[in-house]
Every structure is written in structure tokens, then in C-alpha cells.
């Protein structure tokens, strides 16, 4: 299933989406309390479906909504998703993972000057953090080593053995086939998103996962049922329903988190969908809702007919 670092990276885009169902917190371990906000669940744009064709000028090519953290939806893959991807020249993904990518998210999750993560933030977030890291497969003396990102990221994956994410599982039948394989975003571009934070959010960021690590592990049970039934606009919703900071930083979130990336996936996949035979695999949250990617394609003209 390849190395912990690596599928690590598989699941860091999808996964960012969860830093909006925590609340923001002001001081280290106050543990804010979780408030649900009004969240708009009407007139979502392609709010259901996981694959769609996409066609304009007699050119046809695939996208195909992913998660990132259950291997097991790979066994329940539809027919359709199989044999759109058997059928197509290029695969797109978001990140290609490969060695060069793997190394250089190591090199930015762990602390390599001797500093430990209890020397960065609260003693005793740091020790919850370890306790709740060995439940991930980190033994403690690499959890101690973790940058506080990197140990909030691990922390929102599912707790267990790690598993080999939907996109490297289609990468690889990708590779099978002999379809050409190409990466949307570079890896400097999703770290980037963690690495320009400032020590003080990292700090806030990791306190967040430990207070409120049982409502997280719970709202990624809640996201794979949704995903499983298809409903992209419960996904979205999902990831909007609470917040305790304010509107402004909540919203500025999102920004960085989906729409901007959304902007820059959309923008680079272009010239496979003027050529046609492209199959796309992004996180289902990118897809649905005025400026998800799917939008954004049938507002540039391209005829969007959900498959699956």
C-alpha cells in the first residue's frame, strides 16, 4: 500500500475539507464549543451524481468524484467508472504521488533541528496528540517529531491502519493500461496551504483536532455515508454546518481550501477537455455548488451529463 508519508499525501487534499467542520479556538486547549450555523441546502448545482460526462465540439471526457479516506469504495466501483477510465488517453488527478512528491512531504511534516512538537506547542496537546497518533499507526517517538500540521492532519484521517486511497487505487489501474498520468496541482501548491500558516495557527489548528477528535472521526464516518449515496451537496453542506470562529475567517478558509484551487484545477484541465478522453479524479467536494468545477465547466460551455 505503499509508504505511511505516501498515503499521507494521497489524502491530504480531501481531507483539508475537514478543517472547516472544526471550530476556531483563541487560546490553547479552550476547547470552544461546537455551534451549527443556518447552512443554505437548496439549488446546490450538481449536487448528486459521482460521475459525469463531459463533452463540447464532439469531444467527450469523464470526471469523477473521489474520496480519499475509505479503500474499501474501490470494490463497489459502478461498471460505468471503470469502463469510462478503460476508455480514456490521459488520467488527471489532483497531486501525482510519486517518489519525488512522497520525500518532499516528509521533509515538510517532520521537524528535522531537533525541535520536538511539545517544544512548539502546550505540554499537554502535545502528549494528547501523541496518545491520539499511536491510534493512527505514528509510534510516539515520530509523532514527537511531527510538524503541528502534520500531526492535525494525521489526526483527521480515520483512526486505524491506513489505507490505499480511491485516486492511487486508480492511478495505478490507470498506469496498467498504459493512460498517461498528470497532476492538476503540484505538491509545493497543496503544502503550501499548511506551510504559510503561521506557528500560532498551527498551534490552534492541532489544539482544534485534539479537543474535538471524536466529532471529527464521527463527521468522516458521516462524509463516506454521503459519499456512498452519492449526495455531493450533503458534503458540501456537511463541511459548512459549523464553525465558532467568525464569518470572515471561516469564508477566507474556504477560499484557500476549495474555491481558489477549483479556479486553478479548472484552468489546467481545459486543454485535456478541448482534446477529449481525459478522465478527472478530484475530491467529490470540489465538484458541486455554484463555484465548483463542475459549474465553472457548464458556465465555459461544456455539456455536463451525470453517469453515475
Known amino acids: 500500500m505503499g509508504s505511511w508519508p505516501e498515503r499521507f499525501l494521497a489524502r491530504v487534499c480531501a481531507l483539508l475539507l475537514l478543517f472547516a467542520l472544526l471550530p476556531r479556538l483563541s487560546y490553547a486547549y ?51 467508472v471503470t469502463a469510462a477510465l478503460s476508455t480514456s488517453s490521459d488520467y488527471l488527478m489532483e497531486v501525482v504521488i510519486d517518489t519525488a512528491a512522497t520525500i518532499k512531504m516528509a521533509e515538510a511534516m517532520f521537524f528535522v533541528d531537533g525541535t520536538h512538537l511539545a517544544d512548539v506547542v502546550d505540554g499537554a496537546v502535545a502528549a494528547d496528540a501523541t496518545r491520539l497518533l499511536a491510534g493512527h499507526g505514528v509510534a510516539a517517538p515520530l ?37 498517461a498520468v498528470h497532476g492538476l496541482e503540484t505538491i509545493d501548491e497543496q503544502l503550501g496551504i499548511f506551510t504559510a500558516m503561521t506557528l ?18 464521527a463527521a468522516l464516518k458521516t462524509l463516506v455515508d454521503l459519499y456512498r449515496d452519492r449526495d455531493l451537496a450533503g458534503m458540501m453542506v456537511l463541511s459548512t454546518r459549523y464553525q465558532a470562529g467568525t464569518p470572515e475567517l471561516e469564508q477566507d478558509f474556504m477560499a484557500d481550501l476549495v474555491w481558489e484551487r477549483n479556479d486553478r484545477m479548472v484552468e489546467r484541465m481545459l486543454p485535456f477537455l478541448d482534446a477529449g478522453g481525459a478522465f478527472i479524479a478530484v475530491g467529490a467536494m470540489h465538484l458541486a455548488g455554484e463555484r465548483g468545477i463542475l459549474n465553472q465547466l457548464a458556465n465555459r460551455g461544456f455539456l455536463i451529463e451525470v453517469i453515475h
Open 200 to 217: 500560532a495557527e498551527q498551534r490552534e489548528m492541532l489544539t482544534l483536532s485534539v479537543c474535538h477528535y471524536d466529532f471529527n472521526q
Open 143 to 179: 509523532a514527537e517529531l511531527l510538524q503541528p500540521w502534520a500531526a492535525f492532519m494525521t489526526l483527521s484521517m480515520p483512526k486505524g491502519a491506513p489505507t490505499t486511497p480511491l485516486d492511487s487505487i486508480l492511478m495505478n489501474r490507470a498506469e496498467q493500461q498504459g493512460i
Open 30 to 80: 479552550d476547547c470552544a464549543p461546537i455551534v451549527e450555523v443556518p447552512t443554505p441546502t437548496d439549488n446546490i448545482p450538481f449536487g448528486r451524481g459521482t460521475l459525469f460526462r463531459i463533452s463540447a465540439n464532439g469531444q467527450v471526457s469523464h470526471m469523477f468524484g473521489t474520496i480519499h479516506v475509505s479503500e474499501d469504495i474501490a470494490g463497489q466501483l459502478d461498471a460505468s
